[in-house]
């Protein structure tokens, strides 16, 4: 004769008053968010099916990892790669970790192409688009993503930072170096360390010396 599955106690976590202790006859079998037990209508002295437990298993694992994803994008604006990483390391499973991902781009939660926008908008005037676009693939940013934003960006804006910065290095680099060879050797090193193009660090330096001489 086949045992029924029946549920014998729903307890409420003493650390936790949002979760429950679920037991099937007599002995715990799983814990849940107490917000499933009225999704499913779970209650004592009821028969239940396995399978219809195992989705109520599921659905609970995917609000756990939801739930952590959505304290991850509280912090701040985060790329899927880094959401998806973090999710991982703290152990949940690829499979809920994925529909979480497509939950949090169809609220726009996440969105690398607002991402790749902000932060271009908030380097451009720090950096090379070279050094910009190098940390936005190591946050996962796919290429094409970024060398549309970088596209859009204003030029303009680059270029006149580009001078500013290599102008500011330039002061730094006079007060104690006296060889202006050496100094513009080392003005266009750090230039390209920004991440700037050798055309770019070429029009800057020509810009600064009126003498190509110089550095080529």
Same mark, same amino acid.
């Given at each position: 004769?086949?045992?029924?599955?029946?549920?014998?106690? &729903?307890?409420?976590?003493?650390?936790?008053?949002?979760?429950?202790?679920?037991?099937?006859?007599?002995?715990?079998?799983?814990?849940?968010? *107490?917000?499933? &037990?009225?999704?499913?209508?779970?209650?004592?002295?009821?028969?239940?099916?396995?399978?219809?437990?195992?989705?109520?298993?599921?659905?609970?694992?995917?609000?756990?990892?939801?739930?952590? *994803?959505?304290?991850?994008?509280?912090?701040?604006?985060?790329?899927?790669?880094?959401?998806?990483?973090?999710? +991982?390391?703290?152990?949940?499973?690829?499979?809920?970790?994925?529909?979480? &991902?497509?939950?949090?781009?169809?609220?726009?939660?996440?969105?690398?192409?607002?991402?790749?926008?902000?932060?271009?908008?908030?380097?451009?005037?720090?950096?090379?688009?070279?050094?910009?676009?190098?940390?936005?693939?190591?946050?996962? +940013?796919?290429?094409?993503?970024?060398?549309?934003?970088?596209?859009?960006?204003?030029?303009?804006?680059?270029?006149?930072?580009?001078?500013?910065? *290599?102008?500011?290095?330039?002061?730094?680099?006079?007060?104690?170096?006296?060889?202006?060879?050496?100094?513009?050797?080392?003005?266009?090193?750090?230039?390209?360390?920004?991440?700037?193009?050798?055309?770019?660090?070429?029009?800057?330096?020509?810009? +600064?010396?009126?003498?190509?001489?110089?550095?080529?």
């Amino acid at each position: 004769m086949e045992m029924k599955n029946i549920i014998t106690k &729903i307890e409420t976590q003493k650390k936790n008053i949002d979760r429950v202790n679920i037991y099937i006859n007599h002995e715990y079998a799983f814990s849940c968010s *107490a917000e499933l &037990i009225y999704i499913h209508k779970l209650k004592v002295n009821e028969k239940v099916d396995l399978d219809d437990l195992k989705e109520v298993i599921d659905q609970d694992n995917f609000m756990k990892c939801k739930n952590a *994803a959505l304290k991850i994008v509280e912090r701040g604006y985060k790329t899927e790669k880094q959401v998806y990483d973090k999710l +991982i390391q703290k152990e949940y499973e690829e499979a809920y970790v994925e529909k979480v &991902i497509e939950f949090l781009k169809n609220y726009n939660l996440i969105n690398d192409r607002e991402y790749a926008k902000l932060y271009i908008n908030d380097k451009i005037k720090l950096q090379g688009r070279n050094k910009i676009k190098y940390d936005l693939i190591k946050k996962g +940013i796919e290429e094409h993503i970024i060398e549309d934003m970088l596209e859009n960006s204003d030029k303009h804006i680059s270029e006149s930072a580009a001078l500013s910065i *290599a102008e500011k290095k330039y002061r730094s680099l006079s007060r104690s170096e006296n060889d202006q060879k050496k100094i513009y050797k080392k003005l266009g090193e750090f230039m390209l360390r920004k991440g700037y193009s050798w055309g770019e660090v070429k029009l800057v330096l020509n810009s +600064i010396l009126k003498d190509e001489e110089l550095y080529e």
